[in-house]
């Protein structure tokens, strides 16, 4: 059976209310019960044993089928049936008073009264007499154990029997099955009423060292974004031909739970998707497309609920078009932006509407992001600068060069003038991450095209380097053809940054302030990923993971 089909099955509300009235009466919650039962006029009309039943009726326990029957919904007649063979054998062991309460305040013999008077008035005769007459009880042919066998048999089909816990068994079931379809990572807790594995963010930060998994996409159409949701329970691929699908990492197949995708109706642009970002809830998802739109969907049903359709016009040589970075703000309310057409801008979600742009860069913005405070937006483009914004006022706060190790800057009124004062040409801006965890989430790494990274904070300043190893020393003109740097991203807790190189290998570099410049850590040769061009790498947010992505449509993941 297919998720689709099983999607199908329709499930009574009535059977859920049911679950829960077991529920309640297995942990002994009376109110609760039967305020339920009375707001829905849903019975659970169980017993743990249908022969257990039948048989108390049989040998005449009376309170025992009593107090069954109060969680029951059973038929009226029956139940006439039954108080007035209990009322006959009280009057046999001459328990007149208990007959009489019986007969005068149970709801089944006043509807008794009400529907057959002169039945009724027959048991108040038998009260009023001093002896029993069993001959005159029963009819000719019958007795007390033949009398109290068909009452069993007429309540018997009233009832079923069910097996114990239901709603836990039903509930952990499911979870098994989700574990079992790698659609909750294996060994993390669960948040069943949320329906998301809990991020407890216990791994410790480990180099990755291996690939575990691959997902094939057709080289023409590979995929030019990709990115984890921050709850960790969704990969996200943007690709050449506009779809947008949600993998599951671990099997490296569709999640075929979401219905839209079941039913092959993707979330889909008519533009190659340059970018993806996600919401800090994980609910909601930004792409930005080459065409220069900015769409914003809902990950659970698919749906574009939000379309900026002019984000980014066409700019830069050859008329460019295209939306390179996106972002959410921290409350969700606004998408940040960076183009080819040189500009950052902040578009807000609700009105539809760009609310601000930021200009100044002189080519193509390749990555945007807005500061742990939200009050800055910093900005690395190909011009060679990382460009630090008020967030409120637009204004440029600092302008940086970075070359060869060196930072090369522009002061307050330098950044009035337009001068920029570098060591030489400064390269192209890739990539900047911000800082996890550590205590330093005001501080950024960049990632430039040179054989360096560097580690800043939001007011300007140099921290720290990372470069490669150096070279044999004879090989001549070795500074030349080392590799420069095209991507980076920082592992989850903020422990290591990991760096590709135009040779697609993968440095990794600790990042623990212990000096000021840091070389790799692990083999001396890096992690060769494979010979094709890297478009881009992404983390887990909480899980030793990396996600590698190349121009041969292959998307891999590595792990320590």
Same mark, same amino acid.
């Given at each position: 059976?297919?998720?689709?089909?099983?999607?199908?099955?329709?499930?009574?509300?009535?059977? +859920?209310?049911?679950?829960?009235?077991?529920?309640?009466?297995?942990?002994?919650?009376?109110?609760?019960?039967?305020?339920?039962?009375?707001?829905?006029?849903?019975?659970?009309?169980?017993?743990?044993?249908?022969?257990?039943?039948?048989?108390?009726?049989?040998?005449?326990?009376?309170?025992?089928? *009593?107090?069954?029957?109060?969680?029951?919904?059973?038929?009226?007649?029956?139940?006439?049936?039954?108080?007035?063979?209990?009322?006959?054998?009280?009057?046999?062991?001459?328990?007149?008073?208990?007959?009489? =309460?019986? =007969?005068?305040?149970?709801?089944?013999?006043?509807?008794?009264?009400?529907?057959?008077?002169?039945?009724? *008035?027959?048991?108040?005769?038998?009260?009023?007499?001093?002896?029993?007459?069993?001959?005159?009880?029963?009819?000719?042919?019958?007795?007390?154990?033949?009398?109290?066998?068909?009452?069993?048999?007429?309540?018997?089909?009233? +009832?079923?029997? @069910?097996?114990?816990?239901?709603?836990?068994?039903?509930?952990?079931?499911?979870?098994?099955?989700?574990?079992?379809?790698?659609?909750?990572?294996?060994?993390?807790?669960?948040?069943?009423?949320?329906?998301?594995?809990?991020?407890?963010?216990?791994?410790?930060?480990?180099?990755?060292?291996?690939?575990?998994?691959?997902?094939?996409?057709?080289?023409?159409?590979?995929?030019?974004?990709?990115?984890?949701?921050?709850?960790?329970?969704?990969? @996200? $691929?943007?690709?050449?031909?506009?779809?947008?699908?949600?993998?599951?990492?671990?099997? !490296?197949?569709?999640?075929?739970?979401?219905?839209?995708?079941?039913?092959?109706?993707?979330?889909? $642009?008519?533009?190659?998707?340059?970018?993806?970002?996600?919401?800090?809830?994980?609910?909601?998802?930004?792409?930005?497309?080459?065409?220069?739109?900015?769409?914003?969907?809902?990950?659970? $049903?698919?749906?574009?609920?939000?379309?900026?359709?002019?984000?980014?016009?066409?700019?830069?040589?050859?008329?460019?078009?295209?939306?390179?970075?996106?972002?959410?703000?921290?409350?969700?309310?606004?998408?940040?932006?960076?183009?080819?057409?040189?500009?950052?801008?902040?578009?807000?979600?609700?009105? !539809?509407?760009?609310?601000?742009?930021?200009?100044?860069?002189?080519?193509?913005?390749?990555?945007?992001?807005?500061?742990?405070?939200?009050?800055?937006?910093?900005?690395?483009?190909?011009?060679?600068?990382?460009?630090?914004?008020?967030?409120?006022?637009?204004?440029? *706060?600092?302008?940086?060069?970075?070359?060869?190790?060196?930072?090369?800057?522009?002061?307050?009124?330098? /950044?009035?003038?337009?001068?920029?004062?570098?060591?030489? @040409?400064?390269?192209?801006?890739?990539?900047?991450?911000?800082?996890?965890?550590?205590? /330093?989430?005001?501080?950024?790494?960049?990632?430039?095209?040179?054989?360096?990274?560097?580690?800043?904070?939001?007011?300007?300043?140099?921290?720290? $380097?990372?470069?490669?190893?150096?070279?044999?020393?004879?090989?001549?003109?070795?500074?030349?053809?080392?590799?420069?740097?095209?991507?980076?991203?920082?592992?989850?807790?903020?422990?290591?940054?990991?760096? +590709?190189?135009?040779?697609?290998?993968?440095?990794?570099?600790?990042?623990?302030?212990?000096?000021?410049?840091?070389?790799?850590?692990?083999?001396?040769?890096?992690?060769?990923?494979?010979?094709?061009?890297?478009?881009?790498?992404?983390?887990?947010?909480?899980?030793?993971?990396?996600?590698?992505?190349?121009?041969?449509?292959?998307?891999?993941?590595?792990?320590?």
């Amino acid at each position: 059976m297919s998720l689709v089909e099983m999607a199908e099955i329709g499930i009574e509300a009535s059977d +859920v209310i049911r679950l829960i009235l077991q529920f309640l009466k297995e942990s002994n919650l009376p109110l609760s019960f039967d305020a339920l039962s009375k707001e829905t006029n849903i019975s659970l009309n169980t017993v743990d044993s249908i022969s257990e039943f039948t048989n108390n009726i049989i040998n005449g326990n009376w309170d025992v089928v *009593l107090r069954s029957l109060s969680t029951l919904n059973v038929n009226p007649r029956k139940l006439i049936d039954l108080y007035e063979q209990i009322i006959f054998e009280l009057l046999e062991l001459k328990e007149l008073s208990a007959a009489r =309460l019986l =007969l005068r305040q149970s709801e089944p013999m006043n509807l008794l009264k009400d529907l057959f008077p002169e039945r009724y *008035l027959h048991l108040e005769h038998f009260i009023s007499r001093t002896y029993f007459d069993e001959k005159e009880v029963y009819a000719a042919g019958n007795t007390k154990e033949k009398r109290r066998k068909a009452i069993a048999n007429a309540l018997s089909d009233e +009832v079923t029997t @069910v097996s114990p816990s239901r709603l836990l068994s039903l509930l952990g079931q499911s979870v098994k099955w989700q574990y079992s379809q790698g659609l909750i990572p294996p060994e993390s807790q669960f948040d069943l009423f949320r329906g998301i594995a809990k991020n407890t963010q216990n791994e410790d930060d480990m180099p990755v060292a291996e690939c575990f998994n691959t997902i094939k996409f057709p080289k023409k159409n590979h995929p030019e974004a990709v990115a984890f949701s921050p709850n960790g329970q969704y990969l @996200v $691929t943007g690709s050449v031909d506009g779809l947008i699908e949600v993998w599951n990492y671990m099997t !490296g197949k569709l999640r075929k739970d979401f219905k839209y995708q079941a039913e092959d109706n993707f979330m889909m $642009t008519d533009a190659p998707i340059l970018s993806l970002s996600f919401s800090r809830d994980s609910e909601t998802l930004a792409s930005g497309d080459q065409s220069g739109k900015i769409k914003v969907w809902k990950l659970q $049903t698919g749906m574009c609920v939000r379309r900026f359709l002019n984000a980014h016009s066409s700019g830069g040589s050859g008329g460019l078009g295209g939306v390179t970075s996106c972002v959410f703000s921290k409350d969700g309310t606004n998408v940040l932006s960076g183009g080819f057409d040189c500009l950052v801008r902040i578009h807000g979600i609700k009105s !539809g509407k760009m609310l601000k742009e930021f200009k100044g860069h002189s080519s193509f913005v390749n990555d945007v992001l807005y500061s742990y405070d939200g009050m800055r937006v910093i900005s690395g483009s190909s011009d060679g600068t990382v460009k630090i914004w008020d967030a409120k006022s637009t204004s440029c *706060l600092h302008s940086l060069s970075l070359v060869s190790g060196k930072l090369g800057a522009t002061n307050s009124l330098s /950044n009035a003038m337009g001068i920029t004062n570098t060591a030489g @040409v400064a390269p192209t801006v890739n990539k900047i991450l911000q800082c996890n965890g550590l205590g /330093n989430e005001e501080d950024l790494i960049v990632c430039s095209k040179e054989t360096w990274c560097y580690k800043i904070n939001i007011k300007g300043q140099l921290l720290k $380097t990372y470069t490669l190893p150096p070279p044999p020393k004879a090989v001549k003109n070795a500074v030349a053809l080392q590799p420069a740097f095209t991507t980076a991203v920082m592992s989850a807790k903020g422990e290591y940054v990991y760096c +590709v190189d135009e040779s697609s290998t993968l440095w990794c570099f600790k990042n623990d302030g212990t000096s000021n410049v840091d070389s790799a850590v692990g083999s001396s040769e890096g992690l060769k990923l494979r010979d094709v061009d890297i478009i881009g790498i992404t983390h887990h947010p909480y899980s030793n993971i990396v996600v590698v992505y190349g121009d041969d449509g292959h998307v891999k993941l590595y792990r320590p």
